[in-house]
């Protein structure tokens, strides 16, 4: 019985390696947000540059 006790107990080695793995993992989805959220904001300024155009076009030529 107390080889089974010792075979599953939570050393600070262990412990250690769990939170490594879990800042890992944490470090990689939070990365994934924020390359999402960077494209997200490219691509509304594209459209908004786009939508600038449009205006000024529409503008200069009421304007002639």
Known sequence: MGNAIEKFAVTPEVL???LEANNE???KVIFQRGDRLESLVKLG???LFAFQLAVLG??????V
């Open 45 to 47: 300024m594209g459209w």
């Open 25 to 27: 993992a944490l470090t």
């Open 58 to 63: 529409l503008v200069g030529t009421l304007a």
């Open 16 to 18: 250690r390696r769990e």
